[in-house]
């Protein structure tokens, strides 16, 4: 590169011409150029001057090849230990920020190169710095695992620069904006909690290398606090704990951060893979116009806690923050760059330019906007550099006196009031450009003529009582009422509506969802249309449509393999067993949600839908089997003897369940001659168990923020309610074979392990197994089934029509007849086809026979699947609504309501019929 004298293409007018004339007097070496320079420069700037007479004997070289000396001080801090590295790091921070300057008041470099000078001096330090610090407790065996080849990467921690820095645009007199992580992978079990320790310890010492103002001066001043939760997380804290907070409740203001966000110290490798990690959270699959909201609502915080509202008044006005400033152009463009980077990864850059540039380019904002913001950022930026500058302040505010524009004008080698002028434009243009994209203006709608007197009681609902809320939904309102408007029955689909609606706790977030999402509002009034119940719940949990919009949401089915993956990875990454059930409940609403739109649209039949509810519970009962033991052991030490099983009985137990379905539940556990178990309060066995039991029922029925999950009946256990919550192998054993009823048997041929011990759970399938063959040919099965069909013909004589489960040849008669051939074929099928088979195929019933009953249990099973998804679990209303009513036919094959009530009556008649003759037939065989 060449001298700085012959790129030099502007000074400062001295201000102050003693000050000047000493600094020349200092500098006799430099040329006229030069010296004018140097000269106004230190008329100018009180820090300036000063860091000249420190500097004076480097300052010679370093105008002879600028870019040379700030590298050979960036290369310097090889090596040195923590004490010598502090005073060096103070020695080229004035170097670099002398030169820096000069070379920006001097016009020999673009804005980029000065603050890029700056930005490369603050990684630097870190890095040394991290080493510095990182080395010695390494020696001394504080992080266990990590050697001298693990110095450079910070044993596993990386610093991330956030804001001006990640972007490299730190200005003179920035504080650096720095988050503190570390790959836990790194380190093995108990050793992560030492390993943390030691470098929470670290990341404090190194803010002090970094920040403390010494005799030398000071490096950067580091601000730690945009590192998630801060109030409550130690200046550094896992990868894993801060993805799960970003991925549970990051809001929009870190999104926007981690734009500029750059490994810049430490472990890079592991540093950029997290910033991976974070591409999801930062960048929206979809167009997130809620992000302009929540913008501009950072701003008037911004400017009601800084005071910096109103009119615009020149006098001490805010460069960065306050009307027309960087920060409006640095919201602009950052809120433009997350409302689209999701669709557009070409938008994802750090640079403020480079993002106005590419934003252009793409075709998200004119041409002429994006230069013009450009030219008012540098500009902007040139006056807040020469602010710092005087006394190396942290200040972004223009001067409050005459004389301090005087001085600033003079600086900038301007007129003062030609400058005052320009400022004022600058700052109003600014203002002008960004501001009606934030809070663009009212335009009024023409809202459709229909349903007013259902709408007029809108305004009152607690969704629509912030004035926020208000202004969406107006935008909103149209859309929603044409397209309600253009349902079969248009009064039906907005009724639902208006209850969906009424049930919304609170409406700013979903509503800005929809706007940003058109289809979701489609697919709400589908759902309004067809199925009530499921509008409903989407009141209740309105939260699912994220994952409508979050990917995958209408892939194929994971299975339930996947979804236990899933689901455990997902808590194991919760801080506390509370975080736990939140995040299950959260996570199973939204593929609940998944399997019921699925349903709803004619992706999946019922017979589908009726296996991923049941998967889906499956997959929760096994991942919160192990959150409630480890819960328990941490008080009371693990699970003593072999462990538990968890039971799922009934429809679960036979892999078919509902929207609205309980879950039936048996815990079976070996404690295998251990008393007690271990741990810092020991148990006895039996309470242990019955501890896990309660624990498991309130993890899966408890009502939380996020709702519950399912109810939850333990009926099925052994002696029913007398009975323990829990109960032991060997008791299980006995009580099935010598005491249980028979009821109590049919109910065993649907019970299948879910959780809990794979041995345990094989053992107990094994015994299932040899019971059922055991009890093939029973005497009594047929005597005690007629027996309960009286019984529950007089407590629920059930009827016609839309009763599917009670009466006569109804779903629950065919359910346990189903399960009564399988008892006495001593077969261990589960679900009802396949003990229709095993009946058949024992000769308990003819083939006409099986067929009838196979096809009545199908027809009622699917309907009744229609049903709850319509109803939420009420029953069906005598007319379903119009959607409702096209998929109960289409399910069924029907032509018409009144077909399929007739097709429903008719089947179970049959079937009742087949039942009625094989259990005389029975009960006449054993009388023989």
Not at 196 to 208: D, M, S
Not at 413 to 423: F, G, I, T, V, Y
Not at 605 to 620: K, M, P, Q
Not at 758 to 787: C, H, M, N, S, Y
Request: hydrophobic share 45%; charged share 25%.
């Amino acid at each position: 590169m060449t001298d700085l004298a012959s790129r030099l293409r502007r000074a400062p007018r001295p201000f102050d011409p003693d000050k000047a004339a000493e600094a020349r007097a200092l500098c006799g070496w430099a040329d006229p150029a030069t010296a004018e320079l140097i000269g106004g420069t230190a008329g100018c700037s009180p820090y300036l001057a000063n860091l000249m007479s420190h500097e004076s004997g480097w300052l010679e070289a370093a105008c002879a090849d600028p870019e040379s000396m700030v590298e050979a001080e960036l290369a310097g801090f090889a090596g040195l230990d923590a004490k010598a590295l502090g005073p060096r790091l103070r020695r080229a921070k004035r170097r670099v920020a002398l030169i820096a300057a000069l070379a920006d008041l001097g016009g020999a470099w673009p804005l980029e190169q000065v603050t890029g000078s700056l930005t490369r001096l603050a990684d630097a330090a870190l890095q040394a710095g991290l080493e510095a610090l990182i080395a010695p407790e390494i020696a001394r065996g504080k992080l266990p695992g990590m050697g001298e080849d693990d110095i450079a990467t910070g044993a596993g921690m990386a610093i991330f620069a956030m804001g001006k820095m990640g972007a490299f645009e730190l200005n003179y007199s920035s504080d650096i904006d720095l988050i503190c992580l570390y790959d836990e992978t790194r380190y093995e079990g108990a050793d992560q909690h030492e390993a943390r320790a030691v470098l929470v310890r670290v990341t404090r010492k190194l803010a002090g290398l970094i920040g403390d103002i010494t005799d030398e001066g000071y490096v950067f001043r580091t601000d730690l606090r945009l590192r998630p939760d801060a109030a409550v997380t130690p200046v550094c804290l896992s990868m894993a704990a801060a993805e799960q907070y970003y991925e549970s409740v990051g809001r929009t203001w870190e999104r926007a951060a981690w734009i500029k966000a750059r490994p810049c110290a430490g472990d890079l490798s592991a540093g950029a893979r997290f910033v991976d990690t974070l591409r999801p959270f930062v960048w929206r699959r979809h167009l997130d116009f809620h992000a302009i909201r929540d913008a501009h609502d950072m701003r008037l915080k911004i400017r009601d806690h800084k005071g910096l509202g109103g009119a615009l008044q020149l006098p001490g006005h805010d460069v960065k923050l306050g009307r027309g400033g960087i920060r409006e152009i640095e919201f602009f463009t950052q809120t433009r760059q997350l409302i689209s980077g999701g669709r557009d990864a070409s938008l994802r850059l750090r640079g403020t330019i480079e993002g106005l540039d590419r934003l252009a380019q793409a075709g998200w904002i004119e041409t002429g906007t994006a230069e013009a913001l450009s030219r008012h950022y540098r500009a902007h930026r040139e006056v807040e550099h020469r602010v710092q500058m005087v006394g190396d302040q942290q200040t972004h505010k223009l001067p409050s006196s005459e004389e301090g524009f005087a001085r600033l004008a003079a600086f900038m080698d301007r007129d003062e009031a030609d400058l005052k002028s320009e400022l004022t434009e600058r700052f109003e243009q600014v203002h002008a450009l960004t501001e009606d994209f934030f809070a663009p203006g009212h335009t009024e709608s023409t809202v459709p003529d229909f349903g007013r007197e259902v709408t007029a009681r809108w305004p009152g609902y607690p969704a629509l009582r912030s004035d926020r809320a208000v202004e969406i939904f107006d935008r909103l309102r149209p859309e929603i009422l044409k397209t309600l408007g253009e349902a079969a029955r248009p009064d039906e689909a907005l009724a639902q509506f208006d209850a969906f609606l009424a049930g919304l706790p609170a409406g700013v977030q979903l509503f800005s969802l929809f706007e940003a999402n058109p289809q979701l509002t489609r697919l709400l009034v589908d759902i309004c249309a067809t199925a009530p119940g499921l509008a409903q719940y989407l009141s209740r949990n309105s939260g699912v449509l994220d994952a409508v919009i979050g990917g995958g949401f209408f892939a194929d089915w994971p299975g339930v393999a996947a979804l236990r993956s899933d689901l455990a990875d997902r808590l194991a990454r919760q801080p506390d067993h509370e975080a736990r059930l939140g995040a299950a409940r959260v996570w199973a609403k939204e593929i609940h949600f998944r399997i019921g739109v699925h349903h709803l649209r004619g992706l999946i039949d019922a017979a589908t839908a009726g296996r991923e509810y049941a998967e889906l519970a499956e997959a929760v009962v096994s991942a919160l089997v192990p959150v409630v033991i480890d819960e328990i052991a941490r008080r009371h030490g693990p699970p003593p003897g072999r462990g538990l099983s968890v039971l799922a009985m009934g429809s679960l137990g036979a892999g078919r369940l509902g929207s609205s379905s309980d879950l039936d539940l048996i815990v079976i556990y070996d404690a295998g001659g251990v008393e007690a178990s271990e741990g810092p309060r020991p148990l006895a066995a039996r309470t242990w168990y019955a501890r896990f039991t309660q624990g498991l029922i309130t993890a899966l029925t408890a009502p939380m923020p996020d709702g519950r999950l399912y109810e939850v009946d333990m009926r099925l256990r052994p002696s029913g309610r007398q009975g323990p919550v829990a109960t032991a192998l060997p008791a299980f054993r006995a009580y099935q074979q010598d005491e249980a009823w028979t009821w109590e048997h049919l109910a065993l041929t649907r019970a299948r392990a879910v959780a809990g011990e794979p041995g345990l759970g094989a053992e107990i399938e094994t015994f299932r197994r040899e019971l059922i063959a055991q009890k093939a040919g029973g005497d009594t099965v047929a005597a005690d089934l007629a027996a309960m069909r009286a019984r529950l013909a007089e407590a629920r004589p059930g009827g016609e029509g839309w009763n599917l489960r009670d009466g006569p040849g109804r779903l629950q008669d065919v359910e346990l007849f189903a399960q009564s051939l399988a008892l006495r074929a001593g077969s261990a099928a589960r679900e009802v086809p396949a003990q229709i088979a095993a009946g058949h195929g024992a000769g308990l019933i003819d083939e006409e026979g099986a067929a009838v009953l196979t096809e009545t249990g199908d027809l009622l099973r699917r309907v009744q699947c229609v049903a709850r998804l319509l109803t939420g679990g009420g029953p069906l209303p005598e007319t379903p609504a119009e959607g409702g009513a096209r998929l109960l036919l289409r399910e069924s094959g029907c032509d018409t309501l009144d077909d399929l009530r007739r097709a429903l009556d008719a089947a179970s008649a049959r079937a009742e019929g087949v039942i009625a003759q094989a259990l005389r037939g029975a009960e006449a065989g054993e009388t023989r």
